[in-house]
Nanobody
Framework: QVQLVESGGGSVQVGGSLTLSCSVSTYTDSSNCIAWFRQAPGKEREVVANIQRGSGNDVYFGSAKGRFTISQDNAKNTVYLQMTSLKFEDTAMYYC?????????????????WGQGTQVTVSS
């Protein structure tokens, strides 16, 4: 069973930076793609970025492009999300999720494993 644990959330001012971590208990064929999603109150869960463990290929979505960086440390089984130039609208619960490389998309329903989330709050 793959378990994901997020950490690193907190409160930050507009324009600030924050780095989230996702600890992955084990990698299997069905969990070699890790994504970060976020969900703000009253809004649908949306993908931020994903990364494939084997190739290191990463993809960014929406407003994350140019501001967020997803990376991984395979020795530590950890995936990071570095967030810079944070905006009010980045406030959300951030989740990491895992799926197979074949299903490494922007669709939440493709992801088999989910963490509990870590809250990011951006304020003035």
């Amino acid at each position: 069973q793959v378990q994901l644990v997020e950490s690193g959330g907190g409160s930050v001012q507009v324009g600030g930076s924050l780095t989230l971590s996702c600890s992955v208990s084990t990698y299997t064929d069905s969990s070699n793609c890790i994504a970060w999603f976020r969900q703000a109150p009253g809004k649908e869960r949306e993908v931020v970025a994903n990364i494939q463990r084997g190739s290191g290929n990463d993809v960014y979505f929406g407003s994350a492009k140019g501001r967020f960086t997803i990376s991984q440390d395979n020795a530590k089984n950890t995936v990071y999300l570095q967030m810079t130039s944070l905006k009010f609208e980045d406030t959300a619960m951030y989740y990491c999720a895992a799926t197979s490389p074949r299903d490494c998309t922007n669709k939440a329903y493709h992801y088999n494993y989910w963490g509990q989330g870590t809250q990011v709050t951006v304020s003035s």
